[in-house]
């Protein structure tokens, strides 16, 4: 009986929010693991959702254009046939408006799933993301939770311009009371994306525009529905012993292609998937570093006051002992992101710019 008021409820809730919603139609037009099974970014992230509000009526979808139109990069095809206009909703074009009717039907119980068409329009929003979300926990003394999760494409994409290129890993990781997720492979989408819609607090999940068509082996454990990944956990994706690299995201393929080349010259890179920006596993990069004794950190985003900076500023804590080169960080240039495409490429961080960086780690190179 119980089962079904709470489920009543939530329904009820849900159906008051998408009325108000309607009222103003104006809508946005690699090692992995053994199987042989492939599914792309796209598909992970898809049946993540889907399997999630299958699991948990609480749990619905908002944002532009992921209803009618099954969304912008098509992350949520069909489940506006399969859940109804209740629990997916087409907005307004004001990531200010649907972020904050998201982040006050989280304080009511319910399990928002915010897409923005790109983490650049989350400025918009970052307000209610800072102020309401991430610090309510707080100030109401744990007895206000926000279970949120905001998604969408991150960092550079192609040719989109300076203000739709930006990462913002390291912004919502500088603040306290956000969780703050970036897959690569479709394990990560997955098994990150199950665990940030079921956690208590609000989560940003940033994926990459570049990733969602891409290909990767997953394992049977992975298909299944209960399936979910640590937050605050990295992994591994690479065993290595001269030099560790950290990255996250896109930037973890062009890490396992500079370790191929780097192999072929003697050196044993190890490649550190982050998966987790915020919490922050130190634990694991530190051990690493223990092993290698050199570090090079990988990332789109701008070099000052960086994700790399943060795992530098580790390293030098816990593990400086061990360092037996100074720590290298490849990032993105620190210019706002040009158009022209040839600029672009300098202005992002490439293969050959990882490899020449753990080849002066390790003293293989005078450049």
């Not at 506006?80 to 998201?102: H, M, N, Q, S």
């Not at 998604?151 to 989109?160: D, E, L, T």
């Not at 080349?261 to 922050?280: D, H």
């Amino acid at each position: 009986m119980s089962g079904i008021i709470g489920r009543t409820m939530a329904s009820r809730k849900i159906s008051a929010l998408n009325q108000f919603l309607m009222g103003s139609r104006v809508f946005a037009s690699r090692t992995y693991s053994s199987s042989a099974k492939e599914m792309t970014v796209r598909d992970a992230l898809n049946s993540a959702l889907d399997e999630e509000m299958s699991a948990d009526p609480k749990v619905f979808v908002m944002g532009e254009e992921v209803g009618e139109y099954q969304g912008a990069y098509k992350i949520t095809k069909g489940l506006l046939d399969k859940y109804g206009p209740e629990r997916v909703l087409d907005t307004p074009i004001t990531e200010a408006g649907f972020a904050g009717i998201g982040v006050g039907a989280a304080y009511h119980g319910l399990k928002p799933i915010i897409e923005f068409m790109t983490f650049n329009f989350s400025m918009q929003a970052i307000d209610h993301i800072i102020n309401s979300a991430a610090k309510s926990n707080y100030m109401s003394a744990g007895q206000i939770s926000v279970p949120i999760v905001f998604r969408g494409p991150n960092g550079a994409a192609a040719g989109v311009g300076a203000q739709h290129s930006q990462c913002y890993a390291a912004w919502f990781g500088s603040c306290p009371g956000l969780k703050v997720l970036a897959p690569y492979s479709s394990e990560d989408a997955r098994g990150l994306l199950k665990a940030a819609i079921r956690d208590p607090d609000p989560v940003v999940f940033l994926e990459n525009e570049l990733l969602y068509g891409e290909s990767f082996p997953v394992s049977a454990e992975a298909l299944d529905s209960s399936f979910c990944l640590p937050i605050g956990k990295a992994k591994i994706e690479r065993k290595g012993k001269d030099v560790t690299i950290t990255a996250f995201s896109k930037m973890v393929g062009y890490a396992l292609q500079a370790a191929e080349i780097l192999a072929k010259e003697g050196i044993s890179a190890e490649v550190i998937n982050l998966r987790s920006i915020r919490p922050l596993d130190r634990p694991a990069i530190n051990a690493s570093v223990r092993k290698t004794n050199r570090l090079v950190t990988v990332e789109e985003g701008f070099p000052q006051h960086g994700v790399g900076a943060e795992i530098c500023a580790s390293v030098v804590e816990e593990s400086f002992a061990y360092l037996d080169a100074p720590v290298e960080r490849i990032t993105g240039a620190d210019v706002p992101m040009p158009y022209a495409a040839n600029l672009e490429r300098m202005a992002v961080p490439q293969v050959e710019d990882i490899v020449r960086a753990a080849k002066r780690a390790c003293y293989r190179s005078s450049t």
